[in-house]
Structure formats: C-alpha cells, structure tokens
C-alpha cells in the first residue's frame, strides 16, 4: 500500500493542506503546516485535543478496518495565521501501521460564513433604510403640522386682520368728511374682531385633532351658507360618480373651496360661482372645478404676503393631486383641481344641477 504520508508531504510543505502522521496508539509523530497546529505537540496522545477528546473508539474502528475514514468538517482552529475553518480527514495506514491526518481548507463552511456576513450586512442595511424612512415620515408628519399652522393661521388671523384694516381706513375716511358714520363704521370694526376671535378660536379647536378627525362640511352646505351670506348667485354641478371621490377627498376640497369663495367675497366681486365635480380619465381622476365671473386678476405678478394660492396647491399635492389656477382681469378666475380616485367609480355619467 502506498505510504499517504510521504505522498502528501510535499503538498504540505508547501502550505497546500496540513498534514499529520499518528503512531498506532494515536501518538502524535510527525507535523507538516500551520492547518494541523491544532494537534498536541508530537509525543503526545492525539486525543487530548480538544476536537478528539472521546474519539478513541472511533480510531480503533478505524485501524480495524470498521470504519473508512473520520472526516471532522468546519473545525475552527484557535491560531492566530488560520482565520478560516478546515476540514480534517483522518485514515489508516495498514502498511505502516499508522494514523494520517490531512487537514485542508473547509471551503463550504466559509462559503456559508460569507453568506451569513451577506445576510448581516443586509440586514444593516435594511434596519438603515427603515431608519430613514421613519424620519421621512416624521418630517412629512412635520411638515404636514406645519402647512396647517399657516393654513389657519392665513384663514383666521390674516383674514380678520384685513377686514379690520379696511374698516379702519373706512372709519377714519369718515372722520374727516362724514363724522356721523364713525360710530357705525367703529360697530362694523367691532363685529368684525368679534368674527375674527371666533374663527381663530376654532382654528386653535381644530389644531387640537388630526385632519382626519375635524368636523365634515358638506359642499352643498358650504355654498349653500355663502350664497346666503354674501348674495351671491351658486350654481353646483356634481357627478353621480364624483361624489365618492368628493367624500374620500374631502377634507382636501373643504379646504380648498373654502379659500376661494373668501377670495371671491374678498377680492373678486362676482356676481356668479359655479362648482363642478366631474370624473375623467376612464375613473382615475376626480375634477373639481371653482368658477367666479368676478373681475378677475393678472396671474403673473406675484404678490407678496399673499399665500391663499400657494395654499391650495399644497392641500393638492398632500393629497397626490394638483391646483392650478387660471384667471386674466376682466375675465373671472377658475380654480382647477384634479385629485386620484383609488377606486373607478360604477357610473361616470349622470349629474345632478342645483342652484342657491
């Protein structure tokens, strides 16, 4: 039979694999390369390592010819030059009456290490992502706070704020040419400070529960309410398959008509106003349209301090829609909105008209 030993040993001279050769009573005789340093010392039982404790049945079976071989897979050498597992193999030399252990690189075991490093870093990674997007929703939580400070800080205070600056002009207009109407035009400013303190109460109200929990307002109400408080002619226009996505979107649509009828009762002078509700594209979008015959405005100079417009677009956007705005003096003003519907409504003709 062929000595395995020395047929190995130049492989393990050249740090290819380790190699061992044991006496018969597991005597450690002979050690080649750093992959077998796990071993005693030679002159010692090779079964005081602490990977062969125990194992002298299984030698003696194989020197008896019972068992092939002994293979120790993914042994972890304590060296400081291994850094990878090995596996070990140990056979029986009949012709020499001997023991070998031939020890090399464990490639699967460091395969599997490899992936399990992978599937940390992975995880690293996915814990950093999750991070980050619990701080985009923490700053789109902020944000969303923060577009509703201004809102009803523009709704309430600067509203009130300029009806009490026009009535005061008015009043002191009065002063020097008709004294006798200042007490009026005081009694109009007190009304509306008093107005103004009630709004910004329910503003402070309404900033106390999320969007999601504020009273609904029905749209019909809304115009119905302003065509009664300011005279104003409404016509309202309203698909039988809108009406689903004007109740999914309708903290979005309150707020939005809201700040054009008070430019309308503010600034526009309108005789008419005109709402539409319609669904377009094949169901996906809902349309709103907010139509005054007023006297309109030239909407390429900006006007600074003056953020209703910019308002609108943002609820637009929050809600994955959009706000455009079209107007030109002398020709009304139309504010469009488009928003997504996430169901297509059963029936996209038949409309209901109704006149305040």
Known sequence: MIDIGTELLPAARAEVIGLAVLRADRTVQQKVGHLVEWLPAVGADCCLCTLLVGMEAEMAALSEGRRDLIALSGVRAELPG???PVTAVILWNGDRSHYVVIAMPDFTA???EIMFE?????????????????SEVRFASLARTRLRLA????DTLVHSIIALLTQIRLTRHFLATDP???ADGLAVAEDAAISG?????DAIARLRMPDELEPDSDV???LSDFARQTGTEVAMRIDDGARAGLQDHAATIRRILGEALRNVEAHAKARLVRFDAT????GRSLVVDIRDDGRGFDGTIPKQGHFGLIGMAEFAELAGGRCMVESAPGAGTLVRTSLPLTTVPATDAGSGAAGA
């Open 110 to 112: 460091r395969q599997a």
């Open 151 to 154: 809102r009803d800080l523009h």
């Open 220 to 222: 019909e109400k809304m």
């Open 279 to 282: 669904v377009e594209g094949n």
């Open 180 to 182: 006798a109407r200042v």
């Open 197 to 201: 303190l009630a709004r910004a109460r």
């Open 118 to 134: 992978s599937e940390r870093r992975a995880r690293r990674l996915m814990e950093q992502q999750l991070e980050a997007a619990n």
């Open 82 to 84: 291994l850094d990878r």
